[in-house]
């Protein structure tokens, strides 16, 4: 099964996706996305979380199922 990475902006309510498996690109159409397993997604999500610790009340990670 696989997943894509979701990110929330809570404030505007505009939701992203993580583009690329190496870079940190996001995009809205999860069509162009690339789809995770999920063990990977959460290890990424675990590092997204401290890029954006400044933001973290207002944006949210989340995975959503392929």
């Given amino acids: 099964m696989?997943?894509?990475?979701?990110?929330?902006?809570?404030?505007?309510?505009?939701?992203?996706?993580?583009q690329y498996k190496c870079s940190d690109g996001f995009?809205?159409?999860?069509?162009?996305?690339?789809?995770?397993s999920k063990q990977g997604a959460?290890?990424?999500i675990e590092r997204l979380k401290k890029e954006y610790w400044r933001n973290i009340d207002n944006i949210?990670?989340?995975l959503e199922e392929a």
Avoid: P
Avoid at 2 to 18: A, D, L, P, V
Avoid at 27 to 36: A, G, I, L, P, Y
């Fill in 2 to 18: 696989k997943f894509y990475i979701k990110k929330t902006n809570k404030q505007t309510g505009k939701i992203e996706y993580k």
């Fill in 27 to 36: 995009n809205r159409n999860k069509e162009v996305c690339w789809q995770f």
């Fill in 42 to 44: 959460m290890k990424i």
């Fill in 60 to 62: 949210v990670f989340e």
